[in-house]
């Protein structure tokens, strides 16, 4: 069914001469959508186009570009407490978020979810930071930038515990403490994934039934190398079972305590702290997912 309305694209700059979301905006306006484009140039534009395009009067926001500038968008909105909707248009290397959602690639199919309506999703935030995909931490985010395309094709998930297997020379495990409600955690991990998605890293799959309307975020710990090396025998004899190693949680809310220090990876972008307290952000955005999305804990 073809709407029609006022919507503002913030587009990263580096895009502007996409030939796709070019004749992607033509065909949304071609249906009748009066839809304006603005361009991001340094960091801090997203949130300002964001609240320019609120005080305008827009009650309909994409954000074209990569994770960054979905997050940043997603932030802006949230912060705002707008009762604007959201469509995703997935600019970027990885899309994870996109990808899990089954949010087209494609700029024209990814347009046309305007005319589909808008569902409340939750968002993840940290120290006042808001995250609309997943934080990663521990080797996690070294391990995926170095694991081959040709390894994880043949292991899948499994890749990146054999690429860390054999980087442990050089790479320290990461000791923390994690606790939430009737879940607490302690030890070195080799891998930490705080969902409101499920992927990060290129399609890394850490919180696989993590969903965006909930309340809850998935908690995905991946135990280090002294507690991992002892069950390697039984995970090459039984169909590499990775799975069987992560330790699962599913939580409103979970602090992290690590006395040297963690480094995390905020949907793209760099946090570090010893003392983090994420939580889930309820029905915080309004977004146009594909009908039957997986990230729907009651698709459509």
């Known amino acids: 069914m073809t709407s029609s309305g006022k919507a503002l694209l913030v587009l990263h700059g580096k895009q502007a001469m996409n030939e796709d979301v070019r004749a992607a905006v033509k065909a949304a306006r071609e249906r009748g959508w009066r839809l304006d484009v603005r361009l991001t140039w340094e960091g801090g534009d997203a949130q300002r186009l964001v609240r320019e395009a609120l005080q305008a009067g827009y009650r309909h926001l994409i954000a074209g570009g990569g994770d960054g500038t979905l997050r940043d968008v997603a932030d802006a909105m949230a912060e705002a407490q707008s009762e604007a909707s959201l469509v995703l248009l997935p600019l970027g290397t990885a899309n994870d978020f996109a990808r899990a959602a089954g949010i087209p690639l494609e700029p024209a199919a990814a347009l046309a979810l305007l005319d589909e309506p808008a569902t409340p999703i939750d968002l993840g935030e940290v120290d006042g930071q808001v995250f609309l995909n997943m934080a990663t931490g521990g080797f996690g ?17 499994a890749a990146y515990l054999f690429t860390g297997l054999s980087r442990f020379t050089e790479l320290r495990a990461a000791s923390i403490e994690l606790h939430g409600p009737d879940f607490r955690w ?24 993590a969903c965006v309307n909930d309340g809850l975020l998935d908690i995905s710990i991946l135990p280090a190398p002294q507690e991992v090396v002892g069950t390697l025998r039984d995970l090459l004899s039984d169909g590499l079972g990775l799975e069987r190693i992560f330790v699962r949680a599913r939580l409103p809310w979970v602090e992290i305590k690590s006395a040297e220090g963690l480094y995390l990876n905020l949907d793209g972008e760099p946090l570090e702290g010893d003392n983090l307290r994420f939580r889930a952000l309820p029905g915080a955005l309004r977004v146009h997912l594909p009908k039957g999305s997986a990230l729907l804990s009651r698709p459509g």
Request: with cysteine; net charge neutral; glycine share 20%.
């Open 141 to 157: 985010s070294q391990v995926t930038a170095n694991t081959s395309e040709d390894l994880k094709k043949m292991l899948g998930a």
């Open 186 to 209: 302690q030890g070195e991990l080799l891998a930490l994934g705080i969902g409101n998605g499920r992927q990060a890293g290129g399609g890394h799959l850490l919180c696989p039934t």
